[in-house]
């Protein structure tokens, strides 16, 4: 065998390894993704205020929920991960109807109990934002798109799975 066939043969063995890699790892994807979607939806389900958008300098009509799980919003998304300015809620919900869920913590909450949060919250996967709330009447509320979940006392066990379950299951398919 010359060398030119061992390369070409090389080249083909090297195609073939990284096309079933890629299957492999895509069906691995398929799999997770169709056990999150088996399991409910947790939170109590929380009426569908719709998904209009509104200019930034437009009113509109006051959110069913605090914090809102669904309703008018703006163009625009508050982005992934831990907030330290405050966001409005029209951006917020923007992201959560691209399904992201959000972990909103009373503003003023000792640093310890936050620090317990946020170790949750990077636990765990998914499209997910993190935040303070100025007029929270729980320590923390989980929402995603039309689901809301108020907690008493800081779970890093529920918070974690709040997030893996609700995460990207709304009406849009985009970033967050």
């Not at 195609?15 to 947790?42: D, F, N, V, Y």
């Not at 719709?50 to 669904?70: D, K, L």
């Not at 029209?90 to 959000?102: D, F, I, K, P, R």
């Amino acid at each position: 065998m010359t060398t030119e066939h061992k390369i070409i043969g090389g080249i083909i063995l090297l195609t073939l390894a990284i096309m079933s890699g890629g299957i492999w790892w895509s069906s691995k994807g398929a799999e997770e993704r169709k056990e999150q979607l088996s399991r409910p939806m947790m939170g109590e389900k929380m009426p569908d205020l719709g998904a209009v958008h509104v200019a930034r300098s437009e009113s509109h009509p006051a959110y069913g929920s605090n914090p809102p799980t669904s309703g008018p919003h703006w163009a625009g998304t508050a982005g992934p991960g831990i907030k330290t300015e405050i966001v409005p809620d029209e951006l917020v919900l923007h992201s959560m109807e691209h399904g992201a869920t959000v972990v909103w913590y009373k503003e003023g909450l000792e640093q310890n109990e936050v620090d317990k949060i946020k170790e949750a919250f990077n636990s765990s996967s998914g499209k997910k934002i993190m935040l303070a709330r100025k007029d929270l009447d729980v320590p923390v509320a989980l929402t995603s798109w039309g689901y809301l979940l108020k907690l008493e006392t800081i779970d890093e066990g529920v918070i974690k799975e709040f997030i893996e379950t609700n995460n990207d299951r709304a009406p849009e398919k985009a970033p967050v």
